[in-house]
């Protein structure tokens, strides 16, 4: 089956530490992204990349970091840096065409960050 | 001041309700999405829409280019539909298919 996978979907961490969030697909899909969501907001663009070995800071970038070695890979790491961790993550991805505007993004299932 | 905005924000509803949710949207558009959010957190996309009218079963999402509004609809509403619906805007080209989210709608509908 064809899809977006996260793991884990719970994950817990004592402050100050750095913690690597997962995302693979297998869609082929060329552009990928992270959000983050908390309660009573809209979903808040953290990271995306378009192509491997490039990415683009979204609005949230700040306390992130990412890479894109790999087509299928884009790997999220919430660094001690972010004051307010605690929160879901959600990864998606779409293809790239000349119309990019139209393109569907397709979303894993979430990871719940708690940091204690 | 949100790009999209919907409302409302909370909804319960009776099994077989006939159940509106709208969005409206203050950027210049290419195309238009409807979300659902499950509890477990997983989003799946409904719609996705840049004129008219599109319809899936009991979903039916509408847009109006011209006033900037789109609305989801869902007849005879059953508990399973309970879930977030998340209004989501593509802005206009080049912009590196960012979306705009709303804040969603949180649909309840008691048997």
């Known amino acids: 089956d064809g899809g977006i996978t996260q793991s884990p979907k719970y994950l817990f961490r004592k402050e100050g530490q750095n913690v690597t969030l997962s995302c693979e697909q297998n869609?082929?899909?060329?552009?990928m992204y992270w959000y983050r969501q908390d309660p009573g907001q809209g979903l808040r663009l953290i990271y995306y990349?378009?192509?491997?070995?490039?990415?683009q800071k979204g609005d949230i970038a700040e306390g992130y970091s990412v890479s894109r070695e790999k087509k299928e890979s884009f790997p999220l790491t919430v660094t001690s840096a972010q004051k307010n961790p605690t929160a879901f993550y959600l990864c998606?991805?779409?293809?790239?065409?000349?119309?990019?505007?139209?393109?569907?993004?397709?979303f894993g299932p979430g990871t719940r960050l708690t940091v204690l | 001041k949100n790009e999209v905005e919907q409302s409302p924000q909370n909804l319960t509803a009776q099994e077989g309700e006939f159940i509106t949710i709208n969005c409206s949207y203050s950027?210049?558009?290419?195309?238009l999405h409807w979300l659902q959010q499950h509890p477990g957190g997983g989003i799946v996309s409904l719609f996705m829409?840049?004129?008219?009218?599109k319809k899936h079963g009991r979903l039916i999402a509408t847009i109006n280019i011209q006033e900037k509004h789109s609305s989801l609809h869902i007849t005879a509403s059953h508990p399973r539909d309970s879930a977030v619906y998340i209004c989501?805007?593509?802005?206009?080209w080049g912009t590196g298919n960012q979306f705009y989210f709303g804040t969603g709608t949180s649909l309840t509908v008691i048997p």
């Open positions: 998606a991805s779409s293809i790239i065409t000349a119309v990019t505007a139209h393109n569907e993004q397709f």
């Open positions: 869609l082929n899909h060329d552009a």
């Open positions: 990349s378009q192509i491997v070995n490039d990415f």
């Open positions: 950027v210049g558009i290419s195309a």
């Open positions: 829409l840049s004129s008219g009218k």
């Open positions: 989501a805007a593509s802005p206009a």
